[in-house]
């Protein structure tokens, strides 16, 4: 064997970790919520979760093989993230090829439009979901396959908010382990948390976003419940934290790379931001639930408050 | 009715008040901008290169408007007589320049010059010269990553597989300049661009003497001198054991070519001369004077 | 514990490979040679010629201003060239070729092995004594030693930091110091506090070193060294970066340049410069020799050598066997060392330690795109963005990189390190750091000419 002699700038090593590793930490963290979510709802999740991984990974293979015509890159399973998280935010009654329009949407349009992996300014799948919203709005919020019983047909929220359902008379221990109305992947709060944490073990995400999002909420739910006269003192708070998407948001979407700030500082900002927008329109927007579109506002952002948050420099006093 | 014509009235009112006040608006942040400098603009190749120095081709029309004397500004892109014609058009003299070429001074290829170490760092010149001298052992030669290809904006250099060095093409360089910054070990010259795109350089850069550069390149100037003692026209000088052949003063005679020992001298677009045994001086620039101006189409 | 208040990562130190290997001495080169250029600052003047005798330790390359350094010959023989040879990375560098014959020292050398603790010498002598052995900063920086003792006018020192961190992975070659020469960097601490006129000192170890704090506690114990205090720190890379020290002993930050160490009252110096110091100014010896690790996972043995200047890098990879195959040859550590494209190259006072990694511990991964994971962010030491930074040296915009603070990168490599994509991050910084330096430096000459 010929010697060859290396030659490169220094740093000669490498920590190791790798993007494909972060991803499939990311899906390693939403097996127990996809768990849970399949012992209530049954099997047409992990269908449905299927298909929408799957076409996520065909539609970026097609765009980058024959459109881009450039290397493929759907060995770094961030195509697989974008499925899984698509798939979360869709009821359980949704039909198959809905959830392929979506992922065609997340991928082609949330995603390589602007350059693939690293370049979108918005969440690819919450582009998705937040065109099938618009685009098959009765499909979307129909979730009698969910729960046939009373009640039928809404989420704890839109339940709550419509005033058909007094905070009093919620389950909270249900809600914590799993209930039944809800999206696909955000039904069972305690498999999202331990999600988030192993994220934080695995130091994938910082505290800072999931904090400053919940923080935010429960604050804002507080101090409603203080205007209110003091009743529901505990229940509102716990109550926005717990249902809708509020976890999977906080923990898995909103801490999406490319689309989130790069300091902590700015995190915070980024956190409270969308905790804000989500309670504006949980309380008096149209719709039940807000926490897509206050991510999604909040991405918007995130050029802007990366340029004002600058780390701090060392030997500076700020 | 009524209801419609107030409608109506008010947004008539409306539009007319907004005219106005637009029309005071506008007269008070007019900014005059002479309309000839949209027309030289015009004149100028568009392609913002920056090779005469200016910011794009905007910036340059308006130093050419506005300034009195345009003698130091050319266009290297346009060439002469786009730059008479934009001179005659402004009422001026038009600065004078012979076209020019980009050349590429290294003629170490692969072969020539092997390389010594395997380099695995990021893919540009710019990041190998912060550290080391490159994969060959001379600290001169090209080095391969194509800092001047992804510089030039018109697609005049390629960089060759099979020697792993840069080619210009001499149609479609236009002297901008943009390669001569771009290369980090300054292998770029611009030199008088000759018909037909016929040209005599020295592809060398080594500053180190003859029995350092023989050791690390075969193609490489030793600095030997003996071109400089042919050349009848005393275009070629010998520094820092380096030959150097001044554009202004060569007349592509092409004596210097037979001497090198190593090749260091490449000849473009012309064929080589015909080895003959030493003929006198004095016979040698005859017979060149003959051949010059014969020599073209 | 204590340790630097921002970035830093923990990358594995496999010092273990030669941290028991005790130090061995090198037998002497055949021939050395020397560069003039073995410090930041002005090249030094070679003072021989061909055909001169030179004694071990006699002065051949005279400093030629006040930030340069004094070149001293390591063996005794024969000048035989006073020429450009190539350096570890192939760039030609003005060398003195020495012949050896023999190991004659200069006289007034004191080679006796007896440790000499007493100092009077007032700080200017000190100073002055440790300009004329030419000794610069052992760490790897090789700044000229000297200047920095030489306290500016108006400033204050307040504390002497001696740095035992070696947080660079590999290397060994200040822990067998602090191991084995312990006494002489203490004397060398203590005569560095007479220099500058101060009462304390502080010793910072990184806590993987838990003998050599035990083994420098002890000694100070034991011989009373009063004022001089070892500190363990918390294992962090880059620790032993000057600034990053300093705050994690008192902590205080350097303000960001032109502001200096001594702006907040520090003095930093290496362990190993701490023992030049000690044999230039209690044993006349100028600085020829130094402790070099020699390590690497695929090497037949791992070595500590005490070597003199001037000895060819292939010297040491033939006594420790080089693997088949590809290799990478570092001069340092994996981190922050160089590339040795050049094996006939001399060691020189800056190097720490020969690193050889094979050609599969150093090649690099396929890069991806920039995922905007902040990581890089997070692990930058000096508070910088490296995700920018390095584009922006890509795309050209210098006075943006300028803006950002480009200058401020100490090269520790941890943004490159931690990239999940593995982006050459800091090989445009440094082309955007020294583009802005000689774009600065060149505005100050534009406006001192005015």
Known sequence: MQTRLFAAP????????????????????????????????????????????????????????????????????????????????????????????????????????????????????????????????????????????????????????????????????????????GSMGEIGALALILGGLYLLWRKVITWHIPVAVLGTMALFGLCVAISDGGAAMWQTPL???????????????????????????????????????????????????????????????????????????????? | MNQLLLTVLTLSVLGAVLAVVLYFVAQKFKVYEDPRIDDVEKMLPGANCGGCGFAGCRAMSEALVKRDNIASLYCPVAGGDAMKSIADFLGKTAPEKAPQVATMRCGGTCQKRPKVNHYDGALSCAVVNTFYVGESGCAFGCIGYGDCVAACKFDALKLNPETGLVEVDADKCTACGACVKACPKGLFELRKKWPKNRAIYVA?????????????????????????????????????????????????????????????????????????????????????????????? | MRTFPIGGIHPHDNKEWSKDKEIEILELPDEAKIPMIQHIGAPSNPVVKKGDKVLAGQLIGQSTGFVSANIHASISGTVTAVDAYPNGQGQRRLMVVIKREGDEWMPEIDRTPDHKRECTLAPQEIIAKVREAGIVGLGGAQFPTHVKLSVPDGQKAEVVIINGVEC???????????????????????????????????????????????????????????????????????????????????????????????????????????????????????????????????????????????????????????????????????????????????????????????????????????????????????????????????????????????????????????????????????????????????????????
């Open chain 1, 10 to 181: 220094s740093p000669h090593i490498h920590g190791g970790e790798r993007t494909r590793q972060i991803m499939g930490d990311v899906v390693l963290a939403l097996v127990p919520a996809l768990l849970v979510s399949t012992y209530v709802l049954g099997w047409r999740v992990l269908m449905l979760t299927a298909v929408s991984v799957v076409s996520c990974l065909v539609f970026e293979y097609l765009i980058q093989r024959f459109l881009l015509k450039g290397r493929t890159t759907i060995g770094d399973l961030s195509a697989v993230v974008t499925g899984v998280l698509l798939a979360f935010n869709l009821p359980v009654g949704i039909p198959w090829w809905i959830v392929v329009i979506g992922a065609l949407v997340a991928i082609g349009i949330g995603k390589m439009t602007f350059g693939g992996l690293g370049c979108n300014p918005f969440n690819p799948a919450l582009t998705g979901r937040i065109f099938l919203l618009i685009a098959y709005p009765v499909q979307m919020t129909d979730w009698t396959t969910n729960t046939p019983d009373a009640l039928s047909g809404s989420t704890l929220l839109a339940n709550v908010k419509a005033g058909a359902m007094p905070l009093s008379d919620i389950d909270f221990m249900s809600m914590f382990g799993g209930h039944m109305n």
């Open chain 1, 239 to 318: 109550f926005h934290i717990l249902a809708g998407g509020a976890l999977l948001g906080a923990i898995f979407m909103a801490t999406d790379y490319s689309t989130s700030p790069m300091t902590h500082k700015g995190m915070l900002i980024y956190g409270v931001g969308i905790g804000a927008i989500t309670m504006i329109i949980r309380l008096w927007g149209a719709y039940p639930e807000g926490m897509s579109f206050a991510i999604f506002i909040m991405n918007a952002a995130t050029p802007l408050i990366n340029k004002y948050c600058r780390p701090k420099r060392f030997g500076t006093k700020r």
């Open chain 2, 204 to 297: 060398c850069r080594s500053k180190n003497k003859g029995a350092v550069v023989s050791k690390v390149c075969k193609a490489g100037c030793i600095g030997c001198g003996k071109c400089a003692k042919v050349c009848p026209f005393g275009a070629i000088t010998v520094e820092n054991f380096l030959a150097y052949i001044d554009p202004e003063k060569c007349k592509l005679c092409r004596k210097c070519v037979n001497e090198c020992p190593t090749g260091a001298i490449h000849i473009e677009n012309m064929e080589r001369l015909p080895k003959e045994p030493k003929a006198p001086a004095a016979k040698a620039v005859e017979s060149e004077k003959r051949i010059e101006p014969a020599k073209n189409e």
């Open chain 3, 168 to 450: 660079e992975p590999y290397l060994t070659s200040d822990y067998r110091n602090m191991i084995e020469r312990a006494e002489m960097i203490l004397t060398g601490t203590e005569i560095v506090m007479r220099a500058v006129g101060v009462s304390r000192a502080v010793i910072g170890v990184e806590n993987n070193k838990p003998d050599a704090i035990a083994h420098l506690r002890e000694i100070i114990a034991r011989d009373g060294y009063s004022g001089i205090e070892v500190m363990p720190l918390k294992m962090r890379y880059p620790q032993g970066g000057e600034k990053q020290l300093i705050a994690a002993v008192t902590g205080r930050q350097v303000p960001p340049p032109p502001a200096l160490p001594i702006s907040v009252g520090a003095v930093v110096c290496n362990v190993s410069t701490a023992i030049a110091i000690y044999e230039a100014v209690q044993k006349n010896k100028p600085l020829i020799e130094r402790v070099v690790t020699v390590t690497g996972k695929e090497l037949k043995s791992t070595h500590n050598y005490l070597a003199r200047f001037g000895t060819s890098a292939s010297r040491f990879f033939e006594l420790a066997g080089l693997p088949e195959g590809d290799v990478k040859l570092l001069n340092g550590g994996p981190m922050m060392g160089r590339a040795v494209v050049d094996i006939t190259a001399p060691l020189i006072k800056g190097c720490s330690g020969l690193t050889v990694l094979s050609g599969k511990e150093a090649a690099r991964g396929e890069e991806l795109s920039c995922i905007k994971c902040a990581k890089c962010v997070s692990a930058c030491p000096m508070g910088l963005e490296p995700y920018l930074l390095s584009k922006l040296a890509k795309l050209q915009k210098w006075d943006m990189a300028e803006e950002h603070n480009v200058v401020e990168c100490i090269e520790c490599g941890c943004c490159s390190y931690t990239c999940p994509s593995y982006l050459p991050l800091l090989d445009y910084i440094r082309i955007g750091k020294q583009t802005v330096m000689s774009n600065i430096r060149a505005r100050a000459a534009a406006s001192n000419k005015k």
